[in-house]
């Protein structure tokens, strides 16, 4: 029998499979890939129990970070995270069905704020890696869903003024990219220019829109809801204690799972198809 070894040692909890690397005392510019974005891919579990692959792209020096998640249906999701400007950008490429006589794809953009501690810093995921590319990640915590009710829309050609992201990650939105009157207010308080905005419906009528699902006719406008989910991604920060060290010093990161169903105005049914199935 084997003398038990260092290597017999299981090797720790899933989570600490992640590492912060060098986060005390690394000097910047040292090394390969500063300026550069720094890419993560992990396996992970989407709710339904189904296995995808996402992207997690830090980016310290804009001090943003984006995560790109494939659902099985060929939806593309993506999520900007802009630390500077307090803006997270979400967009929903949806695959069209071209027998039903559908369009390519439909793109959706909603625009809400960053909080900053929804996700960890840029910096910190920068330096995130994995011991085991291979292993299927699942959220330690689920987030409470966030139901969200989109009654500004964004006007594109002054979407920078928002957040230099928007004009890559919504170029295919154009129409319909929406955010929040409270978001908006806070924005504004921070000096954005007012021009990027619109109320939506343009007409001020206050009518209460059917949901599109119940909505008879497919050229009226109807309350559209469209729901996704981010389903893995760092949220926090783990701290260890040592005894070599006085303080305790970041170890690793807490994942998360969240999902959001935004409410937003659509001026035809058929701008919903997704409502259509019962
Ligand atoms: C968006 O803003 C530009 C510049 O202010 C303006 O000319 C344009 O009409 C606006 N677009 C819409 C759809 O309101």
Redesign the pocket.
């Known amino acids: 029998m084997r003398p038990p070894g260092r290597r017999d040692v299981p090797t720790a909890r899933p989570a600490l499979l992640l590492l912060l690397l060098s986060l005390l005392g690394a000097p910047r510019g040292v090394g390969a890939g500063v300026g550069a974005p720094a890419e993560l891919r992990v396996r992970v579990r989407l709710p339904d129990g189904q296995v995808t692959e996402e992207s997690l792209q830090a980016d310290s020096d804009a001090d943003s970070i984006s995560l790109d998640l494939r659902k099985p249906d060929g939806t593309l999701i993506t999520f900007v995270a802009d630390f500077k400007k307090d803006v997270k950008i979400f967009r929903a490429l949806i695959l069209g069905e071209l027998e039903k006589g559908q369009s390519q794809f439909q793109a959706l953009c909603f625009v809400t704020r960053l909080h900053h501690n929804e996700i960890i810093p840029s910096e910190a995921m920068a330096k995130l890696r994995q011991r085991n590319p291979r292993a299927v990640r699942q959220a330690e915590e689920v987030r409470s869903p966030d139901q969200l009710h989109m009654d500004i829309?964004v006007?594109?050609?002054?979407g920078a003024l928002l957040s230099p992201h928007l004009h890559n990650v919504c170029a295919e939105a154009l129409?319909t990219i929406y955010t929040r009157q409270e978001d908006v207010l806070y924005w504004l308080e921070r000096g954005v220019d007012s021009?990027v905005f619109?109320p939506v419906p343009k007409t001020s009528e206050q009518v209460e829109l059917p949901h599109c699902g119940q909505a008879g006719d497919r050229g009226k406008p109807c309350a559209c809801r469209y729901s996704l989910s981010l389903a893995w991604y760092p949220c926090m920060l783990k701290y260890c204690h040592s005894r070599d060290r006085p303080t305790p010093y970041k170890c690793g990161i807490r994942s998360c799972q969240k999902s959001y169903s935004f409410d937003f105005y659509v001026p035809q049914r058929q701008l919903c198809l997704w409502d259509e199935d019962p």
């Open positions: 829309a006007n594109f050609s002054q129409d021009s619109e």
